[in-house]
């Protein structure tokens, strides 16, 4: 007799609204996602808003060229504003099929020529050698209900991040967490892509980190960033030219004894 795999249990998607915005939950109060009724393509949380930093790391004239991938969907924000604000291919990886299913029935998440929703693990998807360099940006968010750390957060993991990137992509990383050690977090990523390569943003009010890591090119010129943020500010409605200001060096890891 051949035993079929149980499926691992998720906490349910729910759904609840307030003051025009409609929120996903995991089984708890912790916010999961959100989406303005009546403006489904902004962004509304201000630490989602970050993660699209990677748009300062890129041309303004190729912000629509390439394959966006997005790890963890939660609310879709990430999603619809790659797909249908940048009008990017996009790929979204998320575990738990209820959430999948209330992305479709609630926040504007539809399959398509260039959506393609993924129900994996994660880890797994970048971990498969055939998707090597099959990115150029890369979305990573991964809690569960808890949201107490990332379900992904290993020095493989990142490496594994840093390999589905082609050559000049980027990564944006969202570290918050009752039990997560930013330190160990952002050091694992600056062991795959270089300490060079990689820089944080302020953290939110709520406790948001949002990492961004830079494969294989050159850092632009501020001149460059400041063009870059005024682009993103008049075309896609976003706060660029304050994240110019957010950004930081990450701390240096503790010396070893001696």
């Not at 394959?67 to 604000?85: E, N, S, W, Y």
């Not at 998707?131 to 209900?145: E, M, Q, T």
Request: with cysteine.
């Amino acid at each position: 007799m051949i035993r079929r795999k149980k499926r691992p249990e998720f906490a349910p998607a729910t759904v609840s609204e307030a003051d025009g915005v409609r929120y996903l939950h995991l089984g708890t109060p912790w916010v999961q996602g959100a989406m303005r009724i009546r403006k489904p393509l902004a962004i509304e949380l201000e630490y989602v808003q970050r993660m699209m930093v990677w748009m300062l790391l890129r041309p303004s004239e190729a912000l629509s060229d390439g394959h966006a991938v997005q790890l963890g969907l939660g609310a879709g924000a990430i999603t619809r504003h790659c797909h249908d604000v940048l009008r990017m291919r996009c790929t979204a990886v998320e575990l738990n099929d209820t959430v999948i299913g209330v992305c479709r029935a609630y926040f504007h998440v539809e399959p398509g020529a260039r959506l393609q929703v993924v129900e994996a693990d994660a880890g797994a998807y970048v971990a498969n050698p055939a998707r090597a360099g099959s990115a150029d940006v890369l979305c990573v968010d991964l809690y569960d209900h808890d949201a107490a750390s990332p379900v992904q957060d290993s020095a493989a993991f990142y490496a594994d991040c840093h390999r589905l990137l082609r050559g000049g992509g980027v990564m944006t990383v969202n570290l918050f967490g009752r039990d997560a050690s930013f330190e160990r977090s952002a050091q694992y990523i600056a062991a795959a892509f270089g300490c060079e390569q990689v820089l944080s943003l302020r953290p939110t009010r709520e406790g948001n980190t949002v990492v961004v890591a830079l494969k294989g090119a050159a850092w632009p010129e501020a001149s460059v960033l400041a063009m870059r943020a005024d682009h993103i500010e008049q075309n896609a409605g976003l706060p660029a030219r304050k994240w110019l200001k957010m950004l930081r060096a990450l701390p240096k890891p503790p010396a070893g004894p001696g």
